[in-house]
């Protein structure tokens, strides 16, 4: 099982909507999520940062998977307002993991 973490950053003024917005995350994304392989997927935020946690069996598969589907790409434009696109992580590169315990 792959861990991956990445972060991203809000804007600002953007922040009660991305949490308004993760209240109601679509069915259909969540659903697409699974039949991916993308496993325990949570969301962690600290002032306009924010932490991306998530599971899977191979993240380069899942990802290649996930993204492809029309649902992403329509939750992907959705959500492209909220982020601050100055911010250098924005590609979902994953955090090297140094230590894990169960």
Not at 10 to 18: G, R
Not at 45 to 51: A, S, Y
Not at 78 to 102: C, I, L
Request: contains cysteine.
């Amino acid at each position: 099982m792959e861990r991956i973490v990445y972060m991203a950053r809000l804007k600002p003024d953007k922040i009660e909507d991305y949490r308004r917005a993760h209240q109601r995350v679509w069915p259909e994304l969540i659903r697409e999520a699974t039949k991916s392989g993308i496993k325990n997927h949570g969301c962690f935020l600290r002032g306009t940062d924010l932490v991306i946690y998530l599971e899977t069996d191979n993240y380069q598969n899942s990802l290649t998977d996930f993204n492809a589907k029309a649902v992403v790409k329509k939750w992907d434009e959705f959500m492209s307002e909220y982020f601050d696109p100055t911010f250098p992580s924005q590609e979902r590169e994953p955090w090297e993991e140094v230590f894990h315990m169960d």
